[in-house]
């Protein structure tokens, strides 16, 4: 199995920004084209007051600041140009994380996906949609909020496809600013099913694929919860992505890129259980040869290598 999906990740709060301009991300968009990639996915498409296009909702009502560049723009064009599908990714007002209350993404994302669609849908690499709130377990109003969020979004572009991105509440779940790398607390196998079904079944009307984040369980373990996320996805009709991510959590520097093996390990995983789909988390930071890390220049030499061995 390869990787045939990004996020690509300019709105964040725990990874170093690289300061790319234009020149710099189409030639991303080339070293993702050639490692098979065809689809990229704005994570978010703001977080708190920082924003990657000038939305004058966002900026009226959250005191956004005005971006210097419109990056929502800059990826659809480029996404065109360099035939990707393109899933645009919600806005985070960071009232979820402070207060566990999801209503206030419901209202916010309301006007974003309708100012988004008016000015960006005439692209045609605008695919679908992202919804950027994550969770790991049956969180207060999740259902309620995923399945508004999902049913904006097709109500807004004609039926265009949403999906989720979950963690699973591994030993490696643990706070990006904390030293450890595990915790002695984690969800057991029939505890995650059993409320990841429940999520499934209210989910499932506005809401296309799930990919799981895959870094959050041991490596011994990881068939399993892969196995089971498959198995519920199938049962309620969703597509099974995996999200491979390409940056490591055995280590406490947060984050570097991931060692090849493992990324390696992790996709046979998910092709042993038959997903449909690979994205990860994220190319530009953990796999470029322009990365602000050396050692994602060699992970992308060591892919590029073992994507080859497959096409013989």
Request: glycine share 6%; charged share 25%.
């Amino acid at each position: 199995m390869l990787i045939t999906g990004t996020f690509l990740d300019e709105i964040s709060h725990d990874i170093p920004h690289q300061n790319w301009g234009a020149s710099e991300w189409e030639q991303d968009f080339i070293h993702m084209k050639a490692a098979g990639i065809n689809t990229v996915i704005l994570i978010r498409s703001g977080y708190r007051r920082f924003i990657t296009y000038p939305s004058d909702y966002l900026m009226k009502q959250f005191n956004c600041h005005r971006p210097p560049i419109d990056l929502l723009s800059l990826f659809l064009t480029l996404a065109d140009k360099y035939e990707m599908d393109f899933y645009f990714g919600l806005y985070d007002s960071g009232i979820y994380w402070d207060t566990g209350d999801m209503s206030h993404e419901i209202i916010s994302n309301q006007f974003v996906t309708e100012e988004v669609w008016k000015k960006y849908g005439h692209h045609r690499s605008f695919k679908g949609w992202y919804l950027s709130m994550e969770i790991s377990r049956k969180t207060k109003g999740a259902i309620e909020a995923f399945s508004a969020l999902g049913k904006q979004c097709k109500d807004v572009s004609n039926g265009l496809a949403t999906f989720i991105s979950p963690w699973i509440d591994g030993k490696k779940a643990v706070m990006a600013s904390s030293g450890i790398i595990t915790k002695k607390q984690s969800v057991s196998l029939s505890e995650h099913e059993t409320e990841w079904n429940e999520i499934f079944d209210g989910i499932k009307n506005n809401i296309d694929a799930v990919a799981f984040q895959d870094g959050h369980v041991d490596f011994h373990d990881l068939d399993q919860y892969l196995a089971i996320n498959k198995q519920l996805a199938d049962k309620h009709g969703l597509q099974a992505w995996t999200n491979c991510e390409s940056f490591d959590r055995d280590m406490p520097i947060k984050f570097l890129p991931i060692k090849f093996e493992k990324l390696k390990l992790k996709l046979e995983a998910a092709k042993r259980i038959g997903y449909d789909k690979a994205i990860t988390f994220e190319f530009s930071h953990f796999m470029s040869p322009q990365s602000m890390y050396p050692s994602a220049h060699n992970l992308y030499n060591r892919y590029l290598e073992f994507k080859q061995t497959l096409s013989w």
